[in-house]
């Protein structure tokens, strides 16, 4: 009701404003209109009509659609247009101008059959000048003789289909062929991207992708039309491609992806199978490296292109899948896979994968990055073809996505309570079953979507960003149809006209390129075009097969903003020979010839990161336990701290010694430095028997005030109850000669987390403040953290006991300058807090007093130093950082509340983080009905809970029942400065926004290291991987930034912990479950 | 809309046509045709098909609304006795106000429905047949007054039985941590197509109603796990194999009569769909069902058969979940898949909890002693429970013929080796047999 007022005041105000000359915005939708047949005379529909034979039970992908390919058929410089239908006819048509077209599909010798057509292509695959048309067929399931067709243009606008000539009349399951020119010989070569049918009823092992399916698995074929062979010849199983039925293909796109000259091929996989990045080994064959570059990709991957997306001249990818953008269907659609099963297919070797779009950005070691999430680009919903081009001009790629379902077939509530028949198990439905299963299963028609790259990697929020009407769409293609300098696009879709949107892009300046070989039956595709305009240089690949189905533009068009003129434009040719070209005018398509000044080009290899690593023979060894079994609910698992490490010298002979303290059941290990090398110090009784405890921060304390150090072992864990004996802290003194024996004394038995040691009292004695992680097994809830005065070297006095919150870390420093030293300290789901020394034994806590009230986090670490030299310590500070699934601001911020829902003496942790524009749970209504059963009274299906925003939604849940509400107001990593006593916040840069931030370090030139990732959120929210490390070289103090970014020279992916300086310019590099590093960065 | 039609006349009828109340005098009578407890019976299962229960949750559905039922009954038919005392915890059950009229037939249907909506979801679809059920016993005619008696007596059964349920530690479990999933080759590990977590991995925390503890009847471990090929596990594994592999049409049927799996989701790609069928301690109540109404049992004795059979039902598939995760032992498809054919599919699909013992042969076997103690041994009848769910009626000598060949059918569906079934039938007899011998129905 209330809405409703909305809504309707909401169109008086529109209708008022229409009054007025409407002002074109900068909107996406601004930027494209639809043009109806009647006025385009692109009269094509794919029309189905599912038969008793043929339907989605019988051909699971009957609903993916048909493609567009884009190309010049009749040499007249407009780009025509070929549309693929899977019931009905296929259709080409003559592009007249001014975006109209004429149907010549019968007159042009397309057959007009209506065997099920997929992917289309246009390409000269014969090298005779002129554009031929291959299109792909689901063979088996049309007509007998179906086959993969190859229409050779005869030059007169009609073509002669010579697949079986060619060799190239492959029938079975196929998607898409892409041509290229994968071993540089000058012709064009075919990848056959095939999909499986079969049932994904069990993962198996990925040993089978070594085994050939006649009909669904992958080809490549070499052109070997000029050799004795005089066809192409299928070399599938020579250059390394798998033929598999594990591959459910529905994308694949050939670009040189690691930017070394040669063609690569990356195929995009539908469910379990990870999608394959084929890298090309000089053109002799290729090898699947997506473990190597990627750290996870799209699960249910169904569009890809690639082009570079920053102007970095590195190429990036985006791909496709099925997220929900919509509250209510999110709510309602199968998503993310239960950890316990991401991890059950993992050990069938599959990679990792998340049911969510990735924008994989390169990073100059090569290696990808996703920024999805960060750009907030990873949710459109069941969606097909994207495309990454600059649409409107600005010098900035964009990023158009098809998307919609005819058949919804995750629904939940479909799946579990309206499809269900009381039918035998195993049993084929009869036919009025699947009917009436058809009748039932959800339709979802959306909006196609346009982000427009409005800053860098900054994209226009997904609610400005819809662009048409409502379909379901699949295939796509971009050209300029109307020479007017801007890129239109042709969808094609399912039981609707086909959309033309014309582009009416105005004000920007641009170039478009097209390019011809010296020798014309020598194909100039793969070419690479570099165009320079003052600081900016833009870079495309001649790439024509990519998004979904499809094949576009064979010019390459590059919007160039208000840039006046152009340097120079660069052609790297497909011999990988250079030729610059300067002088060209601006607005225009040019056509660019090979000439004879070409100079080869020299692919730089992949750019040297500064420093160097040592793998330790050290390593850290998890124990095995799943928090999530224990605490369903928990967004992160607890049970992930450590190692802890400390660097110092135990046997005082002046060189520092390493302390490493494992997981459960792991010993603690001390290994002393002797002539430089680290020699294991064996047979320490104590430590064998405390191997029992994981240990997750360590530090040295001359406890017993004897000159030597002592060491306080800060035990944790998640998965046993508090005050358990194996929680509990440890103190081992030191000998002198770095023998360290455990003292018996009573300490905190907590999850712990954090150890500061300092003499806060001034009595000559270190104390020591702990800070603890969590209540095991009751997320949320705060745990004491202690701080304990050091009773002469005799043993401790609690002098402070609080509940803190979930601490993470903790640094003693004198904060307010008033010579006594303070605590600083962060956790998850807190402010940063500082317990300020009262100087007479008392401490109080202060935030908001500091201007840290708002700055509520996942905080994990924090690192105190005076950057802006104002005499205060500046605090910088580690998070979750900008590229995670939720989001938080003041104004939004993700909340938590614990209760014990049902009264059994366990409590629950119910979070709900915004999401685009309302808020999620983050749990799924079947783990919280696992836990507690009775809410599913109020959610008796997945529709009713998927309304559920807030607390408020449980009617179970009373107000006062609720024991702890938390939030999280920033996820950002910062750097708060200090302004008269006061800290303002700012956010680091893009790089360290990538991942979770786990610890810096700031060396004598005052550089700021940094260590990031974080294995271990819930599927839910994903590993986070995006980034291990970085360093910025400096520190602008007047805008408060840090500048001068480079990578540290890690491995991908890794789980880190901490940095720990260990000399200058050497750091150990902490490593959670996995072996440990040492650093070392150039002098 | 046809009940819609029934409801709106009787509405007009209430309104209208009960001006004058019109008493039937042979209500007692009337009000104790069995059909009420059969129908009720039926309404619950189909709710507990409806929501998704797992087979030891769905027997927890069943028991407490029995016994409520039975609790009410028991003061129409005096040489019945009272539960408190027998089952754990059950003490303290209000009683008839003396003097005073009841319509014990109402009042036990009334506290069986009521019981029931506490322990299942769609309380709407039972709420409609409640409804249906209570219009078509104010047709009877049986005075208001003690119509109104009846069911605030039925109403205060089952809050009393609610309360003692809340006592059972279900609640508590809910929080226990899952099953942990370990990479050791003999050890349970989900299976697909949904690799579902362990379904109720602290069953055994549950508080049994007569046995002493889910431990009492401990059957025999399963057999040593092993690769070799001479080893009786790896025999054991070829014989499962080749039960499918080579499977005759009679054991294909008599698999998939047995099936009971309540959730079956079928997996083609994008396309999921599922099966819903009665948990396998549904089926023996709809063979209690059937043998009631084939022994022509009155209404005491058909909800004493009930409430005994999912007595068994409940303690036995404590102590067989006690089993299951004491053996954890892994499922015959995984070994097969993982060591002898990746393709090996099994007849039916694999339940999600360890495989020692089999489920169906521990709660058919403690079923088949209750009902031969009630109706007799060789006692013949034509199982048409699975009818509904598109399978033929199989005809049956003796309860014990029924519980062995549900046994057996686990078997040849791929999903049990053959000590599971063996020790657990010994098993379910045993724990079949303390329950009633410990359980007097009758003074």
């Known amino acids: 009701m209330h809405n409703k007022y909305i809504v309707f005041l909401f169109l008086l105000l529109t209708l008022a404003c229409n009054t007025e000359p409407q002002i074109e915005s900068a909107t996406t939708a601004a930027l494209f209109t639809e043009k109806n047949s009647t006025a385009s005379g692109l009269s094509f529909s794919n029309n189905l009509n599912p038969t008793s034979e043929l339907n989605i039970l019988e051909y699971l992908y009957y609903y993916n659609g048909g493609g567009v390919a884009v190309g010049d058929i009749n040499s007249d410089g407009l780009e025509d247009v070929m549309l693929t239908a899977n019931q009905g006819q296929d259709k080409l048509f003559l592009n007249q101008g001014d975006l109209k077209f004429t149907d010549i599909t019968n007159q042009s010798g397309i057959k007009t059959n209506s065997d099920w057509s997929s992917g289309v292509s246009m390409d000269d695959v014969n090298g005779d000048g002129l554009l031929d048309i291959y299109v792909c067929k689901v063979a088996p399931i049309s007509g007998e003789a179906t086959h993969n067709e190859l229409y050779i243009n005869n030059g007169d606008a009609t073509f002669t289909e010579s697949a079986g000539q060619y060799g190239l009349d492959f029938s079975g399951y196929s998607t898409q062929a892409s041509f290229f020119d994968y071993d540089r010989d000058g012709d064009l070569d075919m990848y056959l991207l095939n999909h499986s049918v079969h049932s994904v009823r069990s993962y198996g092992k990925i040993s089978k992708r070594n085994e050939l399916d006649e009909l669904s698995g992958d080809r490549l074929y070499e052109n070997r039309l000029n050799e004795a062979e005089a066809k192409f010849v299928d070399v599938s199983a020579e250059a390394g491609i798998y033929s598999s039925a594990l591959g459910y293909g529905l994308c694949v796109i050939t670009a040189d992806i690691n930017n070394d000259g040669w063609t690569d091929i990356y195929v995009g996989n539908d469910f379990h199978e990870n999608d394959y990045v084929y890298l090309n080994n000089q053109g002799q064959s290729f090898k699947e490296s997506m473990p190597g570059v990627l750290n996870h990709c799209s699960k249910f991957t169904m569009g890809v292109d690639i082009t570079d997306m920053n102007n970095d001249g590195l190429q990036d990818i985006f791909t496709t899948d099925m997220l929900p953008y919509d509250e209510v269907v999110a709510l309602k659609s199968g998503g993310e896979d239960t950890d316990q099963v991401f991890k059950i297919r993992s050990t069938f070797g599959f990679e990792d994968q998340y049911a969510r779009n990735h924008l994989q950005l390169q990073m100059p070691d090569h290696q990808f990055s996703d920024i999805a999430l960060m750009t907030n680009t990873y949710a459109t919903d069941w969606s097909w073809s994207v495309l990454l081009q600059d649409f409107d001009n600005d010098t900035r790629n964009d990023i158009f996505i098809t998307n919609g379902i005819v058949k919804r077939p995750n629904d939940l509530d479909y799946i579990k309570f309206v499809n269900t028949q009381n039918a035998g198990a195993n049993e084929r439905l009869t036919q009025a079953q699947l009917d009436a299963f058809l009748s039932k299963m959800p339709a979802q028609k959306l909006k196609n979507i346009l982000f427009t790259q409005d800053d860098d990697l900054s994209f226009s929020e997904l609610t400005n960003s819809t662009i048409g009407s409502p379909t379901f769409s699949n295939g796509a293609a971009y050209a300029d149809f109307d020479k007017d300098g801007d890129l239109d696009l042709i969808v094609n879709n399912i039981n609707a006209e086909a959309t033309l949107l014309a582009n009416s892009t105005k004000g920007n300046n641009y170039v478009s390129i097209s390019l011809i070989n010296a020798n014309t039956a020598q194909t100039s595709k793969d070419a690479i075009v570099k165009v320079y305009t003052g600081e900016l240089i833009k870079t495309q690949q001649y790439v024509t097969t990519r998004g979904y189905q499809s094949s576009s533009s064979h010019n390459l068009h590059f919007g160039l903003g208000d840039m006046t003129t152009i340097d120079s434009v660069v052609v790297i040719w497909p011999d990988r020979t250079k030729e610059v070209f300067k002088g060209l005018a601006l607005n225009q398509l040019h056509e660019i010839k090979k000439g004879a000044d070409t100079k080869p080009y020299v692919f730089s290899p992949q750019q040297a990161v500064a420093g160097s690593l040592e793998q330790l023979q050290i390593r850290h060894i998890e124990n095995k336990f799943d928090d999530y079994n224990a605490d369903k609910l928990i967004p992160e698992l607890l049970s992930r701290e450590g190692p802890a490490v400390v660097y110092e010298d135990f046997d005082q002979d002046g060189q520092k010694d390493l302390f490493f303290g494992g997981a459960r059941y792991q010993e603690p290990r001390l290994f002393l430095r002797k002539a430089g090398e680290f020699v294991e110090q064996k047979g320490n009784l104590d430590f064998k028997k405390d191997a029992k405890y994981e240990d997750v921060d360590a530090a040295v304390i001359d406890f017993d005030k004897d000159g030597d150090l002592d060491l306080y072992v800060v035990s944790g864990g998640n998965d046993e109850k508090e005050l358990n004996k194996q929680l509990e802290d440890r103190i081992y003194l030191n000998d002198g000669k770095g023998n360290l024996k455990r003292l018996p004394l009573s300490l905190p038995h907590t999850n712990g987390s954090s150890i500061a040691v300092a003499d806060f009292d001034g009595d000559g004695f270190e104390d020591i403040f702990i800070g603890a992680r969590s209540i095991p097994s009751s997320y949320g809830l705060s745990p004491y953290s202690f701080l304990l005065k050091n009773k002469g070297g005799f043993g401790v006095d609690i002098a402070l006991k609080e509940r803190l919150g979930l601490l993470t870390d903790s640094k003693w420093a004198d904060i307010d300058g008033d010579q006594d030293i303070d605590l600083v300290f962060c956790g998850d789901w807190m402010n940063i807090g500082v317990l300020v020394n009262q100087g007479d034994g008392t401490f109080q806590l202060q935030s908001d007093e500091l201007g840290l009230g708002q700055s509520a986090g996942l905080w994990n670490t924090i690192y105190l130093e005076d950057l802006n030299q104002d005499g205060q310590l500046d605090i910088i500070a580690g998070n979750a950082g900008a590229n995670f699934k939720w989001k938080a601001s003041p104004e939004k911020p993700v909340k938590l509340y614990v209760m014990d829902m049902d009264e059994n003496g366990q409590t629950e942790p119910l979070i709900f983080y915004p999401y685009f524009s309302t808020y999620l749970p983050f749990t799924s209504m079947d783990e919280l009905v696992s836990q507690v059963p009775s809410v599913r009274k109020q959610f008796v299906t997945y529709d009713a809970f998927s309304s559920v925003q807030d607390i408020k939604d449980f009617q179970q849940i009373k107000a006062e029942s609720i024991v702890e509400r938390k939030q999280i107001k920033e996820l950002r990593s910062m750097v708060y400065l200090s302004e008269n006593g006061k800290y303002e916040g700012k956010p680091l840069p893009f790089n360290a926004q990538l991942s979770t931030i786990q610890e810096f370090s700031i060396n004598d030139e005052g550089n700021l290291l940094f260590v990031g990732n974080y294995h271990d959120y819930l599927t839910e929210l994903g590993k986070n991987t995006a980034n291990s490390g970085g360093m910025y070289k400096d520190f602008n103090a007047a805008t408060g930034t840090f500048e001068n970014y480079q990578q540290l020279p890690l491995p991908a992916n890794l789980n880190t912990r901490g940095i720990l300086p260990m000399g200058k310019d050497e750091y150990l590099i902490s490593v959670n479950n996995d072996t440990q590093y040492i650093l070392r960065m150039p002098k | ?443």
């Open chain 2, 1 to 443: 809309m046809k009940n819609k039609v029934i409801i709106f006349t009787l509405l007009l009828v209430s309104l209208f046509g009960c001006k004058t109340e019109k008493v039937n005098p042979n209500y007692q009578e009337d009000a104790l045709q069995p059909e009420y407890i059969h129908r009720s019976m039926k309404s619950l299962t189909d709710v507990i098909v409806h929501d998704i229960f797992s087979p030891p949750v769905a027997s927890r559905n069943y028991v407490y609304p029995s016994v409520a039922a039975y609790q009410v009954l028991i003061h129409q038919y005096p040489n019945y006795q009272s539960l408190e005392g027998q089952l754990d915890g059950l003490a303290g059950l209000p009683k008839p106000e003396k003097d005073k009229a009841y319509c014990y037939g109402l009042a036990s249907v009334h506290a069986f429905l009521q019981t029931s909506k506490n322990f299942i979801f769609s309380e709407q679809k039972l709420i409609a047949f409640q409804d249906e059920l209570l219009e078509a016993f104010k047709e009877i005619g049986i005075p208001q007054e003690v119509f109104d008696r009846s069911l605030a007596y039925g109403e205060a059964m089952s809050e009393a039985i609610v309360k003692w349920s809340s006592t059972d530690n279900y609640k508590e479990t809910r929080s226990f941590p899952k099953y942990d999933v370990r990479e050791d080759p003999e050890r349970w590990t989900p299976t697909p197509p949904d690799y579902m977590d362990g379904i109720e991995p602290h069953w055994n925390t549950i508080r049994t109603l007569v046995l002493d503890s889910a431990r009492q009847f401990v059957p025999l471990p399963p057999t040593a796990f092993s690769l070799e090929k001479d080893s009786r596990f790896y025999q054991e594994t070829m014989e499962v194999y080749n039960a499918v592999s080579e499977a005759e049409p009679e054991h294909v049927e008599i698999a998939k009569f047995w099936d009971c799996n309540p959730f079956v989701s079928h997996v083609e790609g994008h396309i999921m769909f599922a099966t819903k069928k009665i948990s396998p301690g549904g089926h023996w109540m709809g063979i209690t069902q059937i043998a009631t109404k084939k022994a022509n049992a009155d209404f005491m004795e058909t909800t004493a058969a009930y409430t005994l059979v999912a007595i068994s039902l409940f303690d036995a598939f404590i102590s067989c979940w006690d089993e299951k995760y004491r053996s954890n032992l892994t499922r015959p498809e995984t070994v097969i898949n993982q060591y002898v054919n990746q393709d090996w599919l099994p007849l039916l699909q694999t339940p999600p909890f360890p495989e020692h013992t089999s489920g169906h042969s521990v709660i058919s076997a403690a079923s088949s002693v209750a009902l031969t103690n009630l109706f007799g041994d060789n006692f013949a009848f034509v199982d048409s429970t699975e009818v509904e769910y598109g399978l033929p009626a199989r005809t049956f000598d003796s309860f014990y013929d029924a519980a062995d060949e549900a046994a057996i059918s686990r078997l040849y569906g791929g999903i049990h080796f053959r000590p599971a079934i063996e020790y657990g039938v010994d098993q379910g007899k045993k724990v079949g047999q303390y329950i009633t011998e410990n359980i007097k129905l009758k003074k």
